[in-house]
């Protein structure tokens, strides 16, 4: 999980404790969350910093403080830049990206080199291309399919989080999850990479993933199932809770919080219309033993037993 993941789910904590609205179990789940890494007590210790800066939020207490309130007064100089700093570190991966679409948007791009992508709702990325003739890609978050035009000459280069990926004209589907990164391969071949250095061939009719900056084992590519999107559906076959909801998060705009790991790895199994989300939550009420809990912008998921 990357540092922004962290950080994201040490704020969704920290809303929630200052909520009003957290049980006594879910303060619980809170320190437990905290004490589980090292990571996720920096995270959460650095969250608190921020907002005790601002002067904007109570720290509740089942969070032990991190940082001394501030109580004089801010200038107003200070206090502007305070705000800005807020809302760049809150702003969603990709914020800054030339190349975005909203929540539930299916949008179609043409690149500059005449490269044809189509975006799935939330994706944001990055395109350039050099006067060395590299054409370059960054990927902040989603998911999209790629049309490279073929030029063996300039080669396409995409770095999506932990995923390094190289072609020079070839058609394939890049996800983004929450903990991984996923490629299918449609047409021609890829060349992948991961943090460690190693790298691999993955040809069409194949996919791959990427999980802790490593190179997953290359299988036959379920079409079915990972370009499901570009046909409307989403397809789940003994998928984790996490994933399901990583991707139901490309269809509206509301942040997910697992209050227990139970929660997160039940399995399920479905195929749903992409863009009738709130049909996917009612399903999985009624199927899985977990409670929804819909706050303002959150949804709160915990096991119900």
Known sequence: MTDQDLRRQAREWLVLLNSGNASEAECAAAERWRRASPRHAAALAEVEQLWALLGQVERAPAVPPSVPRRTRRWSVPLATAACLLL????????????????????????????????????????????????RHVRMYRGQADFHVAADARHPFVIDAGQAHIRVTGTRFDVNMLDDQVLLAVTEGQVQVRDEQGHERAVQAGEQIAWQAGRLQVVQALDAARSLAWQRGRLVFRDRPLSEVFSELSRQQAQRVLFLDDKARELKVTGVFALHEPQAVLRAIETTLPVKLTRLPGVLLVSSDD
């Not at 800054?96 to 944001?124: F, M, P």
Request: aromatic share 8%; hydrophobic share 45%; glycine share 12%.
């Open 87 to 134: 809302a760049f570190w809150l702003a969603p991966p990709g914020w800054h990206a030339d190349v975005r679409s909203a929540a539930g948007e299916i949008r179609s791009v043409q690149l500059s080199d005449g490269s044809q992508l189509q975006l799935n709702g939330a994706t944001a990325l990055d395109w350039d291309a050099d006067a060395g003739g590299l």
